[in-house]
C-alpha cells in the first residue's frame, strides 16, 4: 500500500506521458517506486515535482554539469530526511546511496549522526552546510560558504547543496503528511554484496 490515506491511481489510468517514465523506472528498478504513482493522482504536479527532481539530482539531463557526486547528492537527501524525520525517503534514498557508495552500512550512520560517518572532511562539510539550510537556513552566512571553499565546492556546488535539501524539504513533508511508506524492496538494497560465481573446481 502507498499510502494511508489518498488513494493511488492504477497505472493504466495515469496520463501516457508519465505511464512512460513511470514504465521506465519500473524497467530499471524492476519495481516501481510508491512515490511515482502516489504523486500521479495530480498530473500537473507530477510533472513539475520530476522535472525539478531530475534538474537537481541527474543535473545532466538538463545540460549542466555539478560538482556533486550521485552519492553526495543522495546522502544530502538521505541526512536531511532523516532530520524531517521523512521515512519514505530516508529507506529509499538511502538505499540509493548505498548502492552510489559501495558502502552497506553508509546510509544507516548518515541517517542517525552523520558526525560519526564513514565519509571524508569534504563530504562532512557538504552535510554541515545541507544541515544548516535544512534546519536554520536564515542564518546561513559567509563564514558557512568558506567552509565549503576550504574543501573545493563553489557557489554553484553551494546552491546544489541547498537547493537539493530545499526540494526534498517539499518531498520529505509530502510523503509524511500522506502517510507514504516505503517500498519493501528498499530496505535490503545494497546491503549484502552480490554473491560472486563459484570458481569451477573441477
Known amino acids: 500500500m502507498t499510502t494511508s490515506r489518498y488513494p493511488v491511481p492504477e497505472l493504466n489510468d495515469v496520463p501516457e506521458d508519465i505511464r512512460a517514465k513511470i514504465l521506465e523506472v519500473q524497467d530499471k528498478a524492476g519495481f516501481v517506486p510508491n512515490?511515482?504513482?502516489?504523486?500521479?493522482?495530480?498530473?500537473?504536479?507530477?510533472?513539475?515535482?520530476?522535472?525539478?527532481h531530475d534538474a537537481l539530482m541527474l543535473p545532466e539531463s538538463v545540460g549542466r554539469k555539478s560538482g556533486l557526486t550521485k552519492g553526495?547528492?543522495?546522502?544530502?537527501v538521505t541526512t536531511t530526511s532523516?532530520?524531517?524525520?521523512?521515512?519514505?525517503?530516508?529507506?529509499?534514498?538511502?538505499?540509493?546511496?548505498?548502492?552510489?557508495?559501495?558502502?552497506?552500512?553508509?546510509?544507516?550512520?548518515?541517517?542517525?549522526n552523520y558526525r560519526k560517518a564513514d565519509i571524508s572532511p569534504r563530504q562532512r562539510a557538504m552535510l554541515d552546510f545541507a544541515m544548516k539550510v535544512c534546519q536554520h537556513s536564515?542564518?546561513?552566512?559567509?563564514?558557512?560558504?568558506?567552509?565549503?571553499?576550504?574543501?573545493?565546492?563553489n557557489d554553484e556546488d553551494a546552491w546544489d547543496i541547498a537547493a537539493i535539501t530545499a526540494f526534498f524539504?517539499?518531498?520529505?513533508r509530502m510523503a509524511s503528511f500522506s502517510g507514504m511508506m516505503p517500498n519493501p524492496e528498499f530496505y535490503l538494497m545494497g546491503r549484502v554484496p552480490k554473491s560472486k560465481p563459484a570458481l569451477n573446481q573441477g
Do not use: T
Not at 512515490?35 to 525539478?52: M, N, S, T
Not at 553526495?72 to 544530502?76: K, L, P, S, T
Not at 536564515?138 to 565546492?153: K, M, P, S, V
Not at 524539504?169 to 520529505?172: E, F, K, T, V, Y
Open 82 to 112: 532523516a532530520a524531517n524525520n521523512c521515512l519514505y525517503c530516508v529507506v529509499a534514498h538511502g538505499a540509493i546511496l548505498r548502492i552510489y557508495e559501495k558502502k552497506p552500512l553508509l546510509a544507516d550512520q548518515v541517517a542517525i
Open 72 to 76: 553526495d547528492r543522495e546522502m544530502i
Open 169 to 172: 524539504g517539499l518531498s520529505n
Open 138 to 153: 536564515d542564518e546561513i552566512d559567509d563564514a558557512d560558504f568558506a567552509a565549503l571553499d576550504a574543501q573545493g565546492f
Open 35 to 52: 512515490v511515482f504513482l502516489a504523486f500521479a493522482r495530480r498530473p500537473a504536479e507530477w510533472r513539475a515535482f520530476f522535472a525539478y
